[in-house]
C-alpha cells in the first residue's frame, strides 16, 4: 500500500464520521420538531373542543328564561377572543404562547363564573342537556390539561436535544432554536376565591 494513500483513507474516514454525526443530529432534531408541532396541534384541537362545548352550552342555558345574560356575554365574548389567537407551530415564541394562555385563561375564567352561577337556577342542574355538557367540559379540561403537558413533554425532548453539547455547534449553525412550553399562568399558585353565597 503505497504512504499517500493512508492520510486519505484517514481523511475520509473522519469526514464519513463526522458527516454522519452531523446528519443524525440534523434528523433526530427535525424528527423532535415534528413532534412538537404534531402535539401542539393536539393541544389546539383539545381547546377547539372546549370551544364547540361552549356553544353548546350557551345554547342550554339560553333556554333559562331569568339567567343573567352578562354572565353568558362574558362567556360568548371569551370564546371569541380565544379563538381569534392563532400560533405557527413553527414559530412557537414566548409572547405568542403567552397570548394564547391569556385568551384561554378569560374562557376558563368566563366559564367557571357560568358555572358557578348556573347553581342559582335548579331547573338548569336538573336539565340532562346540560349535566351531559357539564361532563363533557369536564372531561376536555383534563384533555386540555394531558395535550398541554405532552407539548411541554416534546418540547423538553427537542430542546434537549439542540442544547446538549456538540450537538449544539450543529443544531445553532442549521437554524434550530430552542421553543418555549406553556408555564402556568400567572397568579395560578393561589386557589382561586368562590363565593357560593346567593343572597
Not at 403567552?98 to 375564567?109: C, K, L, P, R, T
Not at 352561577?117 to 335548579?122: D, K, Q, S
Amino acid at each position: 500500500m503505497k504512504k499517500w494513500l493512508i492520510p486519505l483513507i484517514i481523511i475520509g474516514v473522519l469526514v464519513f464520521a463526522i458527516g454522519s454525526w452531523v446528519a443524525g443530529v440534523y434528523n433526530t432534531a427535525v424528527d423532535n420538531d415534528e413532534n412538537v408541532t404534531k402535539v401542539w396541534a393536539n393541544v389546539e384541537s383539545s381547546y377547539q373542543r372546549r370551544n364547540d362545548l361552549i356553544g353548546n352550552l350557551v345554547k342550554t342555558v339560553q333556554g333559562a328564561a331569568d339567567f343573567e345574560r352578562g354572565t353568558l356575554t362574558d362567556v360568548i365574548e371569551a370564546r371569541s377572543k380565544a379563538t381569534q389567537v392563532q400560533i405557527d407551530p413553527t414559530n412557537l415564541t414566548p409572547e405568542k404562547l403567552a397570548e394564547f394562555q391569556q385568551a384561554q385563561a378569560e374562557v376558563s375564567s368566563a366559564l367557571s363564573r357560568l358555572l358557578v352561577t348556573v347553581e342559582r337556577y335548579p331547573e338548569l342542574k336538573a336539565n340532562q342537556n346540560f349535566l351531559e355538557l357539564q361532563s363533557q367540559l369536564e372531561g376536555t379540561e383534563n384533555r386540555i390539561n394531558v395535550a398541554r403537558d405532552r407539548f411541554n413533554e416534546s418540547v423538553n425532548i427537542y430542546n434537549k436535544h439542540i442544547r446538549i453539547f456538540p450537538n449544539n455547534l450543529v443544531a445553532g449553525m442549521l437554524g434550530f432554536q430552542t421553543k418555549s412550553p406553556f408555564e402556568a399562568a400567572e397568579g395560578a399558585e393561589q386557589a382561586p376565591d368562590v363565593d357560593f353565597d346567593f343572597n
